[in-house]
């Protein structure tokens, strides 16, 4: 291998480059199978191959370097769709909140686990749905203000439960006429505040006690 000579300009010049600086090489060689000569790559084309391995080498390093702690921390904006379910969220873990949402889940699994001879199906009215996809879902028949829940055992009567929050639940007239239809058809219908409240009156209704009187 040769052995580099220092020029009067602080860069590095090699005999087999022809007194081209390393980062000319490439261009050197290409210039050299295109049949031209050496000396005469253009200094303009020399200075384009110089700032092209610098884009790369700032790109390369930009894209495959670590994410700064100050931007992988970055917290979201006050009014972001995220940061207020976080703290809605955050808000009901404090004062000890359910929604009706994990109180209907922990109840389906309460019930599938302890009473596995119940059939349950839940009735998802309350699922967000364009205009167009409830008309069809009303056409295909589900009613406005049906319960959440239906259950059935061998040998009892048909349970219809209805889940609101612990806190502040209450009933849409929708739902206080569907209930009503219900009870004069001789269907059990009951409205549980929290899942508490709601796995008592399933055990006293899977039991043989009177489900509305729970």
Do not use: Y
Not at 95 to 102: C, F, I, K, M, R
Not at 152 to 157: D, E, Q, R
Not at 187 to 203: L, M, N, Q, S, Y
């Amino acid at each position: 291998m040769p052995t580099p000579v220092r020029a009067s300009g602080g860069g590095e010049h090699d005999h087999r480059g022809g007194g081209l600086l390393p980062a000319q090489w490439p261009r050197a060689n290409q210039a050299r199978r295109q049949g031209q000569r050496v000396g005469q790559v253009a200094p303009h084309d020399v200075g384009r191959t110089l700032l092209h391995n610098h884009r790369f080498t700032n790109h390369a390093t930009r894209h495959n370097a670590p994410m700064p702690i100050h931007q992988a921390q970055r917290p979201s904006k006050p009014n972001s769709p995220a940061r207020k379910q976080a703290s809605k969220s955050a808000s009901n873990k404090l004062v000890g909140l359910n929604t009706e949402h994990t109180d209907q889940v922990r109840l389906v699994m309460r019930v599938r686990t302890f009473l596995p001879d119940v059939l349950l199906v839940a009735v998802p009215n309350g699922v967000h749905t364009t205009a167009s996809q409830r008309l069809r879902l009303i056409n295909e028949g589900m009613l406005s203000g049906f319960p959440d829940l239906m259950m059935f055992a061998p040998g009892k009567t048909a349970l219809c439960v209805e889940m609101k929050r612990e806190v502040g639940g209450r009933l849409s007239p929708a739902q206080k006429a569907c209930h009503a239809r219900l009870n004069a058809c001789g269907v059990a219908v009951i409205t549980c505040h929290g899942f508490d409240a709601a796995w008592e009156a399933v055990k006293k209704w899977h039991g043989g006690h009177d489900a509305q009187k729970a």
